[in-house]
C-alpha cells in the first residue's frame, strides 16, 4: 500500500512537471520571461520531492531461495522487516528440518522447523524458527547481512527509547496477530515484530500469539546464546539467554 502510495505521487509529479514544461511565456529580450522563471523554479522543487519520494521507497533483498523481503531504515542500522524464512544457508547448503520432537530435543547441531510443523500455515508471516546452533554457522542471512549480535540489538532498543518502551514502537499494532491488549503496539519503527512463539529444547510448541523470540549472535556459553523477547502484555523488550537447543525466529540485519 505505501509503495503504490510512492508510486502514484511520483505519477502527479511527472504530470506536473510536464505542464510546467508546457507552459507558455513572454520572451522579454532578456533571458527568461517571468513565467519560464515560475516554471523553472516549480519543477527544480518538485525535481526535490521526487527524489526524496524515490529514497523512501521499501528498498529489497532475496535470500538464498528467493524469499524476498523489504528492508527498513532505524536509525542508523538497515533490518529486514519480516523474519527470516529461508531452509537453506547462503551458501546454498541445506538446514537440516526438523520435524519430530524426540530428535529436536535430543539436537546438538544446526536444525530447524515450522511452528506445529506447518509451513503452509507460517511461513510468510512469522519464518522459521531456527535452533541456536544453525545461528552459530554464520551462514543463515544472504551475503551482505548477519544475525544482529546483542550489542546491535541494544543499539536499536536504545534508538527507540529502551528497553522499557522499545517494544511498543517494534510490535505490530492492534489485535489480528497478537493477543488482547498487545501492550502500547504502534510499530512506529517499521519492524513489524510478530508473536511467531517459539520451539522448546523438549520439541513442544508454545507461546504462538503471546510472544515474540528473536536469537542473537552472541553467545552465553558453548550451549547457550542470548537472545530478545517481547510479549502481549509489556511494552518491553526483554533480554535473556538460554539453551541453543531452543528454536527462536531470527531477523537480519545489513552488514
Not at 500500500?1 to 511520483?10: D, F, H, N, V, Y
Not at 522448546?200 to 523470540?213: A, L, N, R, T
Not at 517481547?230 to 528454536?247: A, Q
Request: net charge neutral; hydrophobic share 35%; charged share 20%.
Amino acid at each position: 500500500m505505501e509503495k503504490l502510495k510512492i508510486l502514484s505521487a511520483l505519477i502527479i509529479i511527472n504530470l506536473l512537471i510536464s505542464s510546467c514544461g508546457n507552459k507558455p511565456g513572454k520572451n522579454s529580450g532578456y533571458g527568461l520571461s517571468g513565467s519560464e522563471t515560475e516554471a523553472k523554479s516549480i519543477i527544480t522543487a518538485i525535481d526535490s520531492i521526487r527524489l526524496k519520494a524515490i529514497a523512501q521507497m521499501p528498498q529489497t533483498i532475496e535470500d538464498i531461495e528467493g524469499n524476498t523481503y523489504n528492508t527498513i531504515k532505524i536509525g542508523n542500522q538497515t533490518w529486514m522487516d519480516r523474519n527470516l524464512k529461508t531452509t537453506r544457508y547462503n551458501d546454498g547448503t541445506p538446514i537440516p528440518l526438523i520435524n519430530d520432537s524426540t530428535n529436536w530435543a535430543s539436537l546438538s547441531s544446526p536444525g530447524y522447523c515450522w511452528y506445529n510443523n506447518e509451513m503452509s500455515s507460517f511461513k510468510s508471516l512469522y519464518g522459521a524458527l531456527y535452533n541456536g546452533y544453525s545461528v552459530s554457522t554464520g551462514k543463515l542471512c544472504p551475503m551482505g547481512w548477519h544475525v544482529p549480535n546483542d550489542s546491535e540489538w541494544t543499539v536499536l532498543i536504545t534508538y527507540l527509547g529502551g528497553e522499557t518502551v522499545a517494544g511498543e514502537k517494534l510490535k505490530e499494532k492492534g489485535l489480528d496477530f497478537w493477543v488482547s491488549p498487545n501492550t502500547g503496539a504502534n510499530n512506529e519503527s517499521g519492524f513489524t515484530a510478530l508473536p511467531g512463539g517459539l520451539r522448546y529444547y523438549d520439541g513442544i510448541f508454545h507461546d504462538f500469539g503471546f510472544s515474540g523470540y528473536w536469537w542473537t549472535s552472541t553467545e552465553y556459553s558453548e550451549s547457550r546464546a542470548f537472545f530478545r523477547y517481547m510479549d502481549y502484555e509489556y511494552s518491553n523488550v526483554f533480554r535473556f539467554n538460554n539453551l541453543k537447543k531452543i528454536g527462536f525466529s531470527v531477523r537480519c540485519i545489513k552488514d
